[in-house]
């Protein structure tokens, strides 16, 4: 059991667009993903009903990016922090694509595009996937903390809920549609609900850094492999404190990521510049940041193998009343560079 | 696009459980329950945690009747109306089985039935995975309405979101181990996100009917079969109001399901005894009669092919607030018997 799942015919992400708002848009990636709001509004009146916005629109650039149309794709993966994933739902869920809704917390990528993979695998008929993950700070801030307009204090381990989302269009990499250059995924490992014993909901990379543990210590058991293997061990959102705790974890395990590892939580800001104390978080963190960093430089061949681990805290602001703590968890999706193109 | 997926190595679903609170209990399917807490407690002291351990003790039955341990299946898919569906993530996903989380709303079963079987159909590495899915009235009532303390006055549309759970485990036909007689997955199709411009989060139904009528016109439609082909339509939960509707939105195209349909949610109550109002609802509605009534029929051969769709409503309590509609959705599976047993 718990085995590392290959794809015979890898999974190619034919198409991918990122979306941000205004803190994100001036943090170092700032000028990589494809569009942003500075007012965070996406043109919409409520924070809730702007995140749709965004789930809308950056799974309609992906769709124009590739020249196609919502009635090409045939399934839709997507999941948010909302509650009841509305933003997913009433967002790209919207344009009447068969639809799965999801939730793994801030891990939706990953478990989306584990999913998506597994359902183009499973199904000839199906010839298109998407998946879409989107969070937005200041409707998470007034779901699971306060509303900004409270002015509430934060601690020096909480996470900023990045105002972001990812699509991503996929298909069979034997399609003959399939650009050869694209990005694969040729292997996935589904994360399991760890408990971390945490139950400080403004620490949550202490509560997902457990499970990335386990799922890296899981892939590289079962498949012999090592991290040299690797150009990147890709992380969600760690953010500072649950990468300092993931190293450890692993250096307790004999494996060190030294030079590998990157978080996308901590590439998404400055924190010299933007007030975010340990860094990104959310389901639009890890997606946006894949989406806009990672997949370019392995379709430009700079990257040839990456691991990317999306890292979720399954926390429920009820059961922190109730005294529970919070479960981790990160699926693991194995990454490849395409088969041509980018070579010089 | 929309298609059809067909399984050409059926799924088999080789064991199952139910559990049911007081109301469900003294309903006419009581008997069929494979547990009952007559204090809709199972030994917690909140709502909230009580519904997690009803979500682990159903799996854990499932388990035992096919003499397995957790540590036999591969992958779990889980999902309940909790925020952050936490009731599956700390309830069974403790088992520490690799976890998919869904949101489907009280369609949750039959996504997770749907994706549990295309992970089976992709990865021949996967032997075994399970589905649980439950809901908890109390739970509920506190999370999307009000507590029940206060006493609220209940519409006529309204429905009862049951306390139950249902748990499935899932293989390839093709398995040595699965029995001949259980009942299969032979295909499944999507549901689609649909407006129903229903603002009232007191009548769910009629938010869930037109998903369900675009499901079942869109199976029709695509495979030229007719309701004649199936002893049971069965939809999880619209209650009678959403039967009333879908039964119109059908016959306004063509199609009648007079005599074959049932739905979950008006099988589980007596309206004379309980005072539930249109009929029952929630995650742990579809999926406890599926478990109960449903597939014992298939396994006794009384039922040969039922097309099973389980109906959500995406409903969140701050877009209801913010004016927005309800997106009602319905994924459909197509169940037959096994192959041998059964037969007089």
């Known amino acids: 059991m718990r085995k590392v799942i290959r794809f015979s015919d890898p999974v190619s992400i034919y198409a991918r667009a990122s979306a941000v708002g205004k803190t994100e848009y001036d943090g170092p990636l700032g000028a990589l993903f494809d569009f942003h709001d500075g ?13 749709e916005s965004l789930s809308l629109a950056v799974l309609n650039f992906a769709l124009a990016r590739a020249g196609e149309s919502q009635d090409e794709i045939d399934l839709l993966f997507a999941g948010d922090l909302q509650n009841q994933c509305v933003a997913s739902s009433s967002g790209c869920g919207t344009l009447g694509i068969p ?36 969070s937005h700070n200041a409707a998470a801030e007034r779901q699971f903390r306060l509303p900004l307009e409270y002015g509430g204090q934060r601690s020096p381990t909480a996470q900023w809920t990045a105002t972001a989302g990812g699509a991503f269009l996929l298909c069979r990499s034997s399609e003959p549609f399939a650009p050869p250059s694209a990005p694969r995924i040729v292997a996935c490992l589904p994360g399991r609900a760890l408990d971390s014993g945490v139950t400080d909901g403004a620490n949550m990379g202490a509560a997902m850094a457990p499970a990335a543990a386990d799922t890296i210590l899981r892939y590289f058991s079962l498949t ?43 590439l998404l800001f400055d924190p010299l510049k933007a007030d975010v104390h340990a860094g990104g978080s959310g389901c639009g963190c890890s997606a946006s940041v894949l ?24 926390m429920s602001p009820s059961c922190l009343l109730q005294g529970e703590s919070i479960r981790g968890i990160a699926p693991l999706i194995v990454l490849e560079s395409g088969k041509t193109g980018g070579d010089k």
């Not at 007012?39 to 995140?51: H, I, L, N, Q, V």
């Not at 990528?109 to 989107?134: K, N």
């Not at 040839?304 to 999306?310: D, G, I, M, Q």
């Open 39 to 51: 007012t965070d509004r996406f043109g919409a009146d409520t924070w809730e009903k702007s995140e």
């Open 99 to 134: 639809y799965c809704g999801l939730y793994g917390a801030c891990s939706t990528s990953g478990e989306g595009l584990l999913l998506a993979s597994l359902a183009l695998a499973a199904a000839p008929s199906l010839s298109r996937a998407a998946v879409v993950t989107t």
């Open 224 to 266: 012999g492999e090592s991290p040299s293997d690797f150009d990147r061990i890709v992380t969600g959102d760690l953010g500072a404190e649950g990468s300092a705790l993931l190293s450890e974890l692993l250096r307790d395990n004999g494996l060190d990521l030294r030079g590998r590892h990157r978080d996308c939580g901590v």
């Open 291 to 314: 989406s806009a960093l990672f997949l370019p430089a392995l379709e430009r061949k700079e990257l040839r193998r990456v691991l990317f681990l999306a890292t979720g805290a399954l």
